[in-house]
């Protein structure tokens, strides 16, 4: 049988051992499915769209035969996560269970904000009779699922959040952008007032000019002070500070306790403590754990070896007349399960 066009960039993508997106959220969906008794799960998004709408939407962009080798890890992993709650200690009752892949999806599900819970699904166990916690007590737990892919989910930050999550200065952070934007603001005649769009519409205007040169020169200069700032700080930081900094980086305190199931390229499954297992990996890197400058906007906290866990970048996309990101990406120490 002739293997479609679809089917092959399925498969080489599934060979470097990264799902697709589609894939991934069909994996989340159908496990999702699985686990709540063939039916598919509850959603809180505020665009009102339902799983069921978007696992039909999603099963026609890929291949029947991908379609059939997700459902089927997809069911062997609801049933791992039930006998992992079974034989792990969780002595309330699976009641709903809800597709909470998005930050307000969570909120919506649990009541609460839960800024650092990356779960995808999340339960509910209700307390019964004989339970150490009163009778119907609603305890959640989630799921943070990875297929084909065991990288943390590492969001962009902002100077603010930067600033929340290793205690630099914001003021100290910010400073570099700040100047950047008031000489852009002058050369672009536009005031503090004047919108982010608009500012990017009267720079775009003047792209590959002179002008246009110079203020892409400035962002880069000033998000190169950033993170000099940033590892700067670090750099003050013993082992053990910076093993408490990176986890609540990586693996931040949520309000619910949070399972990562993983499932990779070849049907394999396992499910972990997120928050456990990344603590313990940092561990293992006890007292080497230091931080290294990179060229330009970058920096890495390396661990044994002087080998990179975590590197993070100062970035614009493309708009350096925008407040600039931290994007953080882990490295091969820091995915080993």
């Known amino acids: 049988m002739i293997t479609s066009f679809k089917s092959f960039l399925i498969e080489a993508a599934r060979e470097t051992g990264k799902a697709s997106d589609a894939e991934g959220k069909l994996h989340e969906l159908l496990t999702g499915m699985h686990f709540n008794k063939g039916k598919h799960v509850e959603s809180y998004r505020e665009e ?10 999603l ?10 080798r997700i459902n089927t890890h997809a069911k062997e992993m609801a049933g791992h996560l039930h006998n992992f709650i079974k034989s792990s200690g969780f002595k ?9 892949s998005q930050t307000k999806d969570i909120e919506h599900f649990t009541g609460k904000s839960d800024p650092n819970n990356e779960s995808d699904l999340m339960t509910t166990l209700v307390h019964g009779a004989g339970s150490t916690k009163p009778k119907g007590t609603v305890e959640h737990l989630g799921f943070s699922m990875k297929y084909a892919n065991n990288a943390p989910t590492l969001k962009n930050k902002t100077p603010k959040t930067l600033s929340d999550t290793y205690g630099v200065d914001h003021t100290k952070l910010a400073n570099p952008h700040e100047g950047h934007m008031a000489a852009v603001r002058k050369v672009l005649g536009a005031s503090k007032t004047t919108s982010a769009a608009e500012m990017h519409t009267r720079y775009k205007a003047l792209r590959g000019t002179d002008v246009g040169d110079a203020i892409e020169k400035s962002s880069h200069s000033s998000r190169v002070e950033m ?39 070849e049907g394999k499954h396992s499910i972990i403590d997120t928050r456990e ?18 060229e330009g906007t970058t920096m890495s906290i390396t661990g044994k070896g002087g080998k990179p866990l975590l590197n993070i ?3 614009n996309k493309g708009r350096p007349t925008k407040t600039p990101e ?3 990406k882990p490295g091969a120490s820091l995915l080993k399960h």
């Open 326 to 328: 931290f994007i953080a």
């Open 92 to 100: 309330g009752k699976v009641d709903k269970t809800a597709w909470t």
């Open 313 to 315: 970048q100062a970035v």
């Open 59 to 68: 099963k026609d962009e890929v291949s029947p035969e991908t379609y059939d």
């Open 277 to 294: 297992h990344y603590n313990k990996i940092l561990a293992d890197h006890k007292d080497e754990l230091s931080v290294k400058k990179g």
């Open 48 to 57: 009102g769209q339902l799983p069921e709408d978007i696992h039909n939407k």
């Open 227 to 265: 993170i000099n700032t940033l590892h700067k700080h670090l750099s003050k930081m013993t082992p053990s500070e910076l093993h408490k900094q990176v986890l609540n980086h990586i693996a931040g305190p949520t309000n619910t306790k949070v399972l990562m199931a993983s499932t990779n390229s």
